[in-house]
């Protein structure tokens, strides 16, 4: 089992730049296929990118391909999303998920381990 929390968010203007992080518990970080996922306000939530345990494999939506980029660093037991190039249609809670096992990346309910969230606000 792992514990996720989210931390990096906040009020950033057109143009700007999000670092955000997610910190893990656990010794076997190593093993968990990680993804980002985001939910707009009456929305749903929808997938944003993700990275495999294996090969560091990464995978992104159509719509934040060439802003952002997800890594791990599993000696720390950490993943990150750099977002780059902010849009106000970025605003959204952003959630970290994880899973052992072989996943869909695209699909939330293929990962069994969630954060609570991190708040991401883009102002025009």
């Known amino acids: 089992q792992v514990q996720l929390v989210e931390s990096g968010g906040g009020l950033v203007q057109a143009g700007g730049s999000l670092r955000l992080s997610c910190a893990a518990s656990?010794?076997?970080?190593?093993?968990?296929?990680m993804g980002w996922f985001r939910q707009a306000p009456g929305k749903e939530r929808e997938f944003v990118a993700a990275i495999s345990r294996s090969y560091g494999n990464t995978y992104y939506a159509d719509s934040v391909k060439g802003r952002f980029t997800i890594s791990r660093d599993n000696a720390k037991n950490m993943a990150y999303l750099q977002m780059n190039s902010l849009k106000p249609e970025d605003t959204a809670v952003y959630y970290c998920?994880?899973?052992?096992?072989?996943?869909?990346?695209?699909?939330?309910?293929?990962?069994?381990?969630w954060g609570q969230g991190t708040q991401v606000t883009v102002s025009s």
């Open positions: 656990g010794r076997t970080f190593g093993s968990y296929n």
């Open positions: 998920a994880a899973d052992m096992r072989p996943v869909n990346f695209y699909r939330q309910y293929d990962y069994n381990y």
